[in-house]
């Protein structure tokens, strides 16, 4: 099977979005999946854009919610202030998720140029470390309008601001943003799921793309003929934390209240592991570990108090499974009793031949 | 190629309708002729404590009105681990399982998150003990059992300038917890008005609540002899273990957070010797429905409750109060229900553990009043 078949990412996006819509229209979707519809999107960006840093740029990145974090807060800073110029939603939306990933974008750039001198494990941890800065920088940050325009102040209250009569506080330091109006729905989630796919998937199958593969593979061979190293890892990393910032506004959007606390290492891990079960590299898979974890802990309900602990036996269990060249084998024979041998092959055949 | 990606399509599909499944009973009305009460709370995690206390509480309420005959409860807890989007999702799994009224969620920025879904839903609610303003602030239905953040700040002020516990005040407070910062807030403008010496503010944060030597150096220097400490219990244990190992012993005043730390695991009670604190709610008061509930949740759990599961025990029975007075049945809907109870709130009185005569404004907000507290011989003593 070649890795990332197009037609294969979009046909699974495309029906689940189909099916999903049919069976809400039919009210056959319970109240719990309808509201992770707009999260599961969120984060299937977010594993779609770290893959790329770390499935198709080969560098692992531990401070990805902070790029979340960054197109959260400015995406919903622009959606709010918006509110009174612009009233229609679709505009205001688009407008906040460019503002938001146009600001992590840059956020990524200027981390980008200091981080990727480094390789491996020391990269890992700066970016750790500029994850936690974000978000230690958004726990002290005040932002407040009024008729002048956008206030913004690092001081320890929400006074500092010097706000008019009637101006209001939209970041208030570690207490983040209260009163959000909800504009996310599943189809803006979609829509953004498609174009995060559509930018990164064309990016892969680029002369770009294959440039930044050459330099997971071997760097100094990809160096030798003439490869610009810094070019193409920022290209990659900027993108990455550009669609990360857009999945952030996503987020925020879906939500009354966000927090920077809540983008933190777990989140970012939490993100690496979606990207990590679905295999890295592989788009599709990411999609789907992504839902199937997402949804997980929704379905573990019943376990109670004891839940976490369940998800995470599954998810230990899942992991070494997956890695297991016997149960592979296994599942293998296992579909090939169930399907005929003769028409995997010949189906198979006819697809690699078309794309 | 093609025929596993109709398999996938296939299993999604399976994957999909299993979900939906559960679904059928779907916004039921109450069957038993029950209402049902749902509520989200930390049920695991740091915050678990006041989640589990909340719901205890809520329980035993419960479990006493089903016995008297007449109105009775269903409740349903459901974990948010003190998380704004878990908590929506916990929402949603009660919503699924036909909630009629919502007791909120126990901690400030979950309940931020789901009293918005609650007002679109238009579904009543009363939480124990989610304290910010942002949970009630423009929406109707959504009503607090305990003070609001500003009210506790003020009110520690006032009381500590009526008592005059201290000259010298320093402040240590929780620099990344809406709770921590809005009592803060309003008890350092209050301070002020009342001219009372606030010498040091030290802050920390989620990532350093272990080690509070700089802020109670600071504090040490500048001569406080009282520290106002307007936090949740953990962080203030370690730092009664920590004043106490550089030879620092001043007062301490703590806010309802601080209600619980007697029963902390591991923690030496003689730690908190003198600690005083605001709460509304006095296990060692000699009335006759706290005792009794005090034996019943000793019994039951093992442990003396704290302001949350008094809180909780409070939230069932005021909305049995409204419920009667606004003579609702459990098959009307959820959106029938908030609006009588919302006409009901903010007209009647109640008398329960945590103040007597409480009233609700129209905001959401009660009006009762703190009792001062302080901790003797590893017991909790009405200051009054």
Known sequence: MKKNNIFLIYGTVIAAYIIIQLLMSAGAVTSSLRGQLVPICAYIVMAVSLNLTVGVLGELSLGHAGFMSIGAFTGVVACMSLESALPPTLPRFVISLLVGAAFAGVAGFLIGIPVLRLNGDYLAIVTLAFGEIIKNIINCLYVGIDSRGLHLSFLTNSDALNLEEGGTVIINGPMGIAGITKLSTFTFGFALVLVALFIVLNLIR????????????????????????????????????????????LFALNYSTIT?????????????????????????GSIIATTVLVILPELLREFNDYRMLVYAIVLILVMLATNNATFKNTLRELVNKIIPEKLIKRKEGTTDGNS | ???????????????????????????????????????????????????????????????????????????????????????????????????????GSVTSTPAVATSAEAFNDRIFSLTPSASSTDVTKGKDNMFQMCFADPNQGTASAQYIADKNLGTKIAVIYKNDDPYSKGIYNTFAEKAAELNLEIVSTTTFTDDSQTDFNVQLLDAK??????????????????????????????????????????????FDTSLAEGVILLTPFNADSNDERTVNFVNKYKELFDEIPNQFAADGYDCIYALKAALEAAECKPSMTASELCEKLIGAFTTMKFDGLTGDSMTWAANGEVSKSPKGMVIQNGAYVGLD
């Open chain 1, 206 to 249: 680029s002369r770009a793309g294959r440039a930044i593969m050459a330099l997971r593979d071997n760097r100094i061979a990809a160096e030798s003929i003439g490869i610009n190293v810094t070019k193409y890892k920022l290209m990659a990393f900027v993108t990455s934390s550009a669609l990360a910032g857009a999945a952030g506004t």
């Open chain 1, 260 to 284: 920077a606390a809540k983008f933190n290492f777990n989140t970012s891990i939490l993100v690496l592991v979606f990207v990590v079960l679905g295999g890295l590299g592989n788009i599709w």
């Open chain 2, 1 to 103: 190629m093609k025929l596993k990606r109709i398999i996938c399509i296939a299993i999604s599909l399976v994957l999909v309708a299993a979900l939906a499944a559960g679904c059928s009973a779907n916004e039921k009305k109450g069957e038993s002729g029950a209402f049902k009460i749902g509520g989200t709370g930390p049920l695991t995690g740091v915050a678990a404590i006041y989640g589990t206390a909340a719901m205890n509480g809520a329980q035993i309420a419960v479990d006493e009105i089903n016995a008297m005959g007449g109105i009775k409860f269903e409740l349903k807890y459901e974990d948010d681990e003190h998380d704004a989007e878990k908590a929506v999702n916990a929402y949603n799994t009660l919503k699924d399982w036909g909630m009629q009224i919502f007791l």
């Open chain 2, 221 to 266: 220097d500048k001569g406080a002899d009282l520290i106002f400490l307007p936090m949740y219990y953990t962080p203030a244990s370690l730092i009664f273990q920590q004043a106490k190992a550089m030879g620092y012993a001043p007062k301490y005043f703590g806010v309802d957070g601080m209600d619980g730390i007697l029963t902390l695991e591991n």
